[in-house]
């Protein structure tokens, strides 16, 4: 799978997520402080990430800031992308299974490694639900 990751800073996990996407097969994608010629500011990172998902460029993206938030909210202003900011294991797979979540966006201040691990383990096992109910809501936040 090709994953876009983003970055405004090589703080806490930031280059550990590149390191475990690689590890697990996943090509990789950089933006932001992980690309020396990149704009490293959350917004821009996290937009040029989401945009690689948005425009077919990637399966999905990882998007990380100081607490997550930013670069959640910066990812999904881009449509097509469902990004969802996981803190930990459980909201990382129910984020792909009710949400059809494409962007996992991480916090570098609050994930540890051992979590970054345990998220990214839920999120690729993760598979989005086919309950009409479920369908129904991640089209509607398509059509919004």
Request: charged share 25%; with cysteine; hydrophobic share 45%.
């Amino acid at each position: 799978m090709r994953i876009a990751v983003a970055a405004d800073s090589l703080d806490g996990v930031a280059e550990r997520v590149v390191e475990e996407l690689r590890g697990r097969g996943h090509e990789v994608i950089l933006h932001g402080a992980l690309d020396p010629t990149a704009r490293d500011d959350w917004a821009w990172a996290s937009e040029a990430a989401a945009r690689d998902v948005g425009e077919g460029r990637a399966d999905q993206a990882v998007v990380c800031c100081w607490t997550g938030t930013g670069a959640s909210i910066a990812a999904n202003k881009v449509p097509g992308v469902r990004a969802a900011l996981c803190a930990d294991a459980y909201t990382a797979d129910g984020a792909r299974r009710w949400n059809d979540a494409n962007v996992l966006a991480l916090s570098l201040r609050l994930t540890s490694e051992v979590v970054l691990g345990e998220i990214l383990e839920a999120w690729f096992a993760g598979e989005p639900s086919t309950d009409d109910a479920d369908r129904a809501n991640v089209a509607h936040l398509d059509a919004i």
